[in-house]
């Protein structure tokens, strides 16, 4: 079975741009997570879709969003970028269930210059 | 406030050389957790579910418990592919199934 793919797997932007990262879910996977890591904070939750709908979200500015599609790969949007915004993203797909295993994807590096 | 404590931070041992790492939590209606492996540039890669308190998992030369306030990774005789950051992670009951992750320890198995 194929694993979580991500694109791009690296990204440079300017400040003030805006930027598109996107996630493949393992095959028969509904659930699509993703989670900001950074050297001070780890791994921190973005948002989770299921079924096109977001389930839960964490604690993120609204330049942050996302969606889900009915294929269940998953877009997620970062705009008006800053500085603080590099960082590693990475998306998890699950059979959701609870608890649930998520497996994660490679990521996708941002860097904000 | 739900809480995931990971230590040591980072830990240096030689190859042989058994230890553990701890993951310590607080939350409401813990539901499972979770360790995970991450190599550096690379998605964390899953390891154990753990459901209740008492119960045991291994694989190869890790071996993972739970009681009703912490996990510990056991690494038995590791190799120097053993090093990696291992991640602790709860699914707590009462957030909305949200996963909290621990920050981490970073082994390093010296040959």
């Known amino acids: 079975k194929a694993g979580v793919t991500q694109t791009p797997r690296y990204l440079i932007k300017t400040r003030g741009q805006q930027v598109t990262l996107s996630c493949s879910p393992i095959?028969?996977?509904?659930?699509v997570s993703w989670y900001q890591q950074t050297p001070g904070q780890g791994l921190q939750f973005l948002f989770e879709y299921f079924s096109e709908t977001q389930r839960n979200k964490g604690n993120f500015p609204g330049r942050f969003s996302g969606r889900q599609f009915s294929n269940s790969r998953s877009e997620m949007n970062v705009s008006t970028l800053e500085l603080g915004d590099s960082a590693l993203y990475l998306c998890?797909?699950?059979?959701?269930?609870?608890?649930?295993?998520?497996?994660f994807g490679p990521g996708t590096r941002l860097t904000v210059t | 406030e739900d809480q995931v404590t990971q230590s040591p931070e980072a830990l240096r041992l030689q190859e042989g050389e058994s230890s553990s790492l701890n993951c310590s939590y607080t939350v409401s209606g813990l539901r499972g957790l979770f360790w995970y492996r991450q190599d550096p540039g690379k998605g964390p890669e899953f390891l154990f579910t753990?459901?209740?308190a008492g119960e045991e998992k291994e694989k190869e030369r890790l071996k993972a418990t739970l009681t009703k306030k912490e996990s510990f990774l056991h690494i038995t005789a590791p190799k120097p592919e053993d090093s990696a950051t291992y991640l602790c992670a709860v699914q707590a009951g009462d957030r909305d199934d949200k996963i909290i992750f621990g920050k981490g320890t970073r082994l390093h198995i010296l040959p």
């Open positions: 753990l459901y209740s």
């Open positions: 095959s028969g996977h509904r659930s």
């Open positions: 998890a797909s699950s059979q959701l269930g609870s608890p649930y295993e998520q497996y």
